[in-house]
């Protein structure tokens, strides 16, 4: 069975977009959901699925920060993602055979993005050749006081984790 199947959203409309750019979660995210084990297995299924599809793994990162007290606001922006799987199905991670050795990666800080701590987020991955290796989203420990700060410990997380590869 399908997520889609399994949360009765095989029928809805597709989205274009994961999770709308401006949109903001946090902890009172609209009233208590009356199922609270529904939204916690649907984070855990999205979890699993980041593993192949890189394009949920921010989204997936906001919504599972929520599972301790899931709300309405929550479980729509979950519905959203649900829609865009929708509307992308059949897409994955491709792994070449022909490719260079070389290692490419990206980095990228939200500054500030936690509304209930203040704390930025993190974003990266890591190509070999044209092959995707290693992704992450992931809040910072610590609060940054700018965006270059922010920027500056993704960079320092990216960069160790280059080192570890």
Known sequence: MSILEDTGMLACKPSAVPMAADLK?????GSQLPDLEAYRRLIGKLLYLTISRLGICYTVHKLSQFVSDPRSGHMNAANIL???LKHTTGQGVLFKTKSDT???AYVDADWGSCLDRGKSTTGYCIFFGNSLISWKA??????SKSSAEAEYRALSFVSSELTWL
């Not at 992931?138 to 609060?143: A, D, G, L, N, S």
């Open 82 to 84: 649900l829609r865009y």
């Open 138 to 143: 992931k809040k910072q420990k610590t609060v």
């Open 25 to 29: 979660l946090n902890a009172e995210s």
């Open 102 to 104: 070389s290692l490419h």
